[in-house]
Protein backbone atom coordinates (compact mmCIF):
# COMPACT_ATOMS: atom_id res chain seq x y z
CA UNK A 1 0.00 0.00 0.00
CA UNK A 2 0.85 3.85 -0.43
CA UNK A 3 2.73 4.81 2.06
CA UNK A 4 2.75 8.52 3.93
CA UNK A 5 5.84 9.73 6.15
CA UNK A 6 6.03 12.33 8.93
CA UNK A 7 9.56 14.24 9.85
CA UNK A 8 10.03 14.64 12.63
CA UNK A 9 8.59 11.54 14.80
CA UNK A 10 9.10 14.00 17.98
CA UNK A 11 9.98 17.35 19.23
CA UNK A 12 9.90 19.13 22.03
CA UNK A 13 11.10 22.80 22.07
CA UNK A 14 10.54 25.87 24.16
CA UNK A 15 7.94 28.11 24.29
CA UNK A 16 8.10 31.08 21.81
CA UNK A 17 9.78 28.57 19.17
CA UNK A 18 8.27 28.04 15.57
CA UNK A 19 8.64 24.27 14.80
CA UNK A 20 8.23 22.51 11.53
CA UNK A 21 6.62 19.44 10.25
CA UNK A 22 6.88 17.21 7.10
CA UNK A 23 4.62 14.85 5.82
CA UNK A 24 5.35 12.90 2.53
CA UNK A 25 3.51 10.36 0.03
CA UNK A 26 6.41 8.37 -0.40
CA UNK A 27 5.43 6.46 -3.30
CA UNK A 28 2.34 8.30 -5.29
CA UNK A 29 1.51 11.86 -5.22
CA UNK A 30 -0.95 13.81 -3.53
CA UNK A 31 -2.57 17.06 -4.67
CA UNK A 32 -4.39 16.92 -1.04
CA UNK A 33 -3.34 16.50 2.36
CA UNK A 34 -5.01 16.61 5.66
CA UNK A 35 -3.44 17.68 8.61
CA UNK A 36 -5.02 16.88 11.99
CA UNK A 37 -4.33 17.19 15.63
CA UNK A 38 -4.98 14.23 18.53
CA UNK A 39 -4.86 14.07 21.95
CA UNK A 40 -4.00 11.63 24.06
CA UNK A 41 -7.03 8.68 24.19
CA UNK A 42 -9.50 11.40 21.98
CA UNK A 43 -10.60 11.19 17.97
CA UNK A 44 -8.54 12.58 15.65
CA UNK A 45 -9.76 16.37 14.64
CA UNK A 46 -9.02 18.11 11.22
CA UNK A 47 -7.24 21.21 11.12
CA UNK A 48 -6.87 21.88 7.90
CA UNK A 49 -6.92 20.79 4.13
CA UNK A 50 -3.49 21.53 2.61
CA UNK A 51 -3.77 22.52 -1.53
CA UNK A 52 -0.69 21.42 -3.86
CA UNK A 53 -0.19 24.77 -5.30
CA UNK A 54 -2.87 27.02 -3.31
CA UNK A 55 -3.87 28.03 0.19
CA UNK A 56 -4.52 25.67 2.65
CA UNK A 57 -8.14 25.25 3.76
CA UNK A 58 -8.64 25.59 8.03
CA UNK A 59 -11.28 24.33 9.84
CA UNK A 60 -13.67 26.45 11.93
CA UNK A 61 -11.64 27.46 15.08
CA UNK A 62 -7.91 26.76 13.59
CA UNK A 63 -5.69 29.96 13.76
CA UNK A 64 -4.08 30.47 9.92
CA UNK A 65 -1.45 32.22 11.33
CA UNK A 66 -0.61 30.14 14.14
CA UNK A 67 -0.57 26.96 11.66
CA UNK A 68 1.41 27.87 8.32
CA UNK A 69 1.05 25.15 5.70
CA UNK A 70 2.57 25.06 2.59
CA UNK A 71 2.22 22.20 0.04
CA UNK A 72 5.26 23.07 -1.90
CA UNK A 73 5.28 19.75 -4.13
CA UNK A 74 2.75 17.05 -5.35
CA UNK A 75 4.97 14.44 -2.92
CA UNK A 76 5.30 17.03 0.59
CA UNK A 77 3.19 19.30 2.77
CA UNK A 78 4.62 21.10 6.04
CA UNK A 79 2.95 22.58 8.98
CA UNK A 80 4.82 25.17 10.99
CA UNK A 81 3.35 25.97 14.27
CA UNK A 82 4.37 29.30 15.03
CA UNK A 83 5.63 31.05 18.50
CA UNK A 84 4.42 27.46 20.09
CA UNK A 85 3.21 27.27 23.83
CA UNK A 86 2.42 24.22 25.80
CA UNK A 87 -1.16 24.37 24.51
CA UNK A 88 0.00 23.14 21.05
CA UNK A 89 1.46 20.16 22.84
CA UNK A 90 -0.23 17.59 20.82
CA UNK A 91 0.31 14.78 18.05
CA UNK A 92 -0.06 15.85 14.88
CA UNK A 93 -0.98 13.46 11.92
CA UNK A 94 -1.10 14.34 8.18
CA UNK A 95 -2.91 11.95 5.99
CA UNK A 96 -3.03 11.83 2.32
CA UNK A 97 -6.06 10.21 -0.21
CA UNK A 98 -5.21 7.49 -1.95
CA UNK A 99 -5.17 7.46 -5.87
CA UNK A 100 -8.33 6.48 -7.46
CA UNK A 101 -9.87 6.26 -4.14
CA UNK A 102 -12.91 8.36 -6.00
CA UNK A 103 -15.62 9.38 -3.64
CA UNK A 104 -14.76 6.57 -1.39
CA UNK A 105 -12.53 9.46 0.67
CA UNK A 106 -9.60 6.60 2.04
CA UNK A 107 -6.74 8.00 3.12
CA UNK A 108 -3.34 6.67 4.23
CA UNK A 109 -2.09 8.34 7.14
CA UNK A 110 1.63 9.18 8.34
CA UNK A 111 3.17 8.10 11.74
CA UNK A 112 2.50 11.37 13.67
CA UNK A 113 4.75 13.60 15.28
CA UNK A 114 4.35 14.47 18.87
CA UNK A 115 5.24 18.13 19.77
CA UNK A 116 6.13 19.23 23.48
CA UNK A 117 6.25 22.53 24.32
CA UNK A 118 7.88 23.56 27.68
CA UNK B 1 -22.14 19.07 16.58
CA UNK B 2 -20.53 15.57 16.62
CA UNK B 3 -22.00 14.46 13.43
CA UNK B 4 -20.54 10.37 14.14
CA UNK B 5 -21.34 9.47 17.70
CA UNK B 6 -19.66 6.04 18.48
CA UNK B 7 -20.04 3.74 21.35
CA UNK B 8 -18.88 2.64 23.75
CA UNK B 9 -15.98 4.94 24.00
CA UNK B 10 -14.17 2.94 26.36
CA UNK B 11 -14.21 -1.37 26.58
CA UNK B 12 -12.18 -3.85 28.62
CA UNK B 13 -13.26 -7.47 27.76
CA UNK B 14 -11.32 -10.62 28.47
CA UNK B 15 -9.64 -13.01 25.65
CA UNK B 16 -12.02 -14.77 23.93
CA UNK B 17 -14.99 -12.64 24.83
CA UNK B 18 -17.25 -10.96 21.28
CA UNK B 19 -17.85 -7.39 21.49
CA UNK B 20 -19.80 -4.48 18.91
CA UNK B 21 -18.80 -1.27 18.66
CA UNK B 22 -21.63 1.33 17.20
CA UNK B 23 -21.22 4.65 14.80
CA UNK B 24 -24.33 6.29 14.06
CA UNK B 25 -25.47 9.88 12.64
CA UNK B 26 -28.12 11.37 11.15
CA UNK B 27 -26.48 12.79 8.51
CA UNK B 28 -25.68 10.42 5.05
CA UNK B 29 -22.01 9.82 3.84
CA UNK B 30 -21.17 8.54 0.80
CA UNK B 31 -18.64 6.14 2.06
CA UNK B 32 -17.77 5.00 5.89
CA UNK B 33 -14.56 3.90 6.70
CA UNK B 34 -12.83 1.87 10.10
CA UNK B 35 -9.68 2.04 10.85
CA UNK B 36 -7.28 1.25 13.74
CA UNK B 37 -4.47 3.36 15.50
CA UNK B 38 -1.83 1.99 17.84
CA UNK B 39 -0.15 4.49 20.59
CA UNK B 40 2.20 6.89 19.39
CA UNK B 41 1.06 5.96 15.65
CA UNK B 42 -1.11 6.96 12.72
CA UNK B 43 -4.52 5.44 11.92
CA UNK B 44 -4.17 1.85 9.59
CA UNK B 45 -7.47 1.76 7.47
CA UNK B 46 -9.02 -1.33 8.19
CA UNK B 47 -11.99 -1.44 5.97
CA UNK B 48 -14.35 1.11 3.65
CA UNK B 49 -18.31 0.43 2.95
CA UNK B 50 -20.42 2.10 0.42
CA UNK B 51 -23.22 0.54 -0.27
CA UNK B 52 -26.05 0.52 1.78
CA UNK B 53 -26.84 -2.82 3.65
CA UNK B 54 -23.09 -3.94 2.94
CA UNK B 55 -21.49 -6.06 5.00
CA UNK B 56 -17.40 -7.11 4.93
CA UNK B 57 -15.60 -9.89 6.74
CA UNK B 58 -11.84 -9.23 7.64
CA UNK B 59 -10.91 -12.64 9.45
CA UNK B 60 -12.64 -12.31 12.92
CA UNK B 61 -13.80 -8.94 11.86
CA UNK B 62 -17.27 -8.03 10.46
CA UNK B 63 -18.13 -4.43 9.44
CA UNK B 64 -21.62 -3.06 8.54
CA UNK B 65 -22.97 -0.24 6.48
CA UNK B 66 -27.08 0.34 7.89
CA UNK B 67 -29.04 0.51 4.97
CA UNK B 68 -29.57 4.19 4.92
CA UNK B 69 -25.92 4.74 4.91
CA UNK B 70 -26.26 6.46 7.89
CA UNK B 71 -25.04 4.40 10.52
CA UNK B 72 -22.21 1.14 10.73
CA UNK B 73 -20.54 -1.55 13.12
CA UNK B 74 -17.84 -3.54 13.78
CA UNK B 75 -18.46 -6.73 15.48
CA UNK B 76 -15.09 -8.58 16.51
CA UNK B 77 -15.83 -12.26 17.47
CA UNK B 78 -13.24 -14.42 19.86
CA UNK B 79 -11.09 -11.25 20.58
CA UNK B 80 -7.64 -11.83 21.05
CA UNK B 81 -4.83 -9.26 22.95
CA UNK B 82 -3.45 -8.38 19.65
CA UNK B 83 -6.70 -6.63 18.96
CA UNK B 84 -6.10 -3.49 21.23
CA UNK B 85 -6.11 -0.11 20.14
CA UNK B 86 -8.13 2.72 19.60
CA UNK B 87 -10.59 2.22 16.88
CA UNK B 88 -11.99 5.00 15.19
CA UNK B 89 -14.54 5.46 12.45
CA UNK B 90 -14.83 7.97 9.71
CA UNK B 91 -17.33 9.14 6.97
CA UNK B 92 -17.00 10.47 3.89
CA UNK B 93 -19.62 13.10 1.86
CA UNK B 94 -19.10 14.23 -1.42
CA UNK B 95 -15.64 14.51 -3.19
CA UNK B 96 -13.97 17.10 -0.55
CA UNK B 97 -11.77 14.18 0.25
CA UNK B 98 -12.51 15.15 4.08
CA UNK B 99 -13.25 12.03 6.74
CA UNK B 100 -15.36 12.92 9.73
CA UNK B 101 -13.89 11.20 12.72
CA UNK B 102 -16.48 9.83 15.43
CA UNK B 103 -15.03 9.56 19.11
CA UNK B 104 -13.15 6.16 18.75
CA UNK B 105 -13.37 3.24 21.25
CA UNK B 106 -10.53 2.54 23.30
CA UNK B 107 -10.32 -1.71 23.12
CA UNK B 108 -8.31 -3.44 26.31
CA UNK B 109 -8.37 -7.43 25.86
CA UNK B 110 -7.10 -8.88 28.69
CA UNK B 111 -5.47 -12.13 27.94
Known amino acids: GAVVSQHPSWVICKSGTSVKIECRSL??????MFWYRQFPKQSLMLMATSNEGSKATYEQGVEKDKFLINHASLTLSTLTVTSAHPEDSSFYIC??????????????FGPGTRLTVL | TQLLEQSPQFLSIQEGENLTVYCNSS?????LQWYRQEPGEGPVLLVT?????EVKKLKRLTFQFGDARKDSSLHITAAQPGDTGLYLCAGGRGNTGKLIFGQGTTLQVKP
Open chain 1, 27 to 32: DFQATT
Open chain 2, 27 to 31: SVFSS
Open chain 1, 95 to 108: SAPTEGSGSYNEQF
Open chain 2, 49 to 53: VVTGG
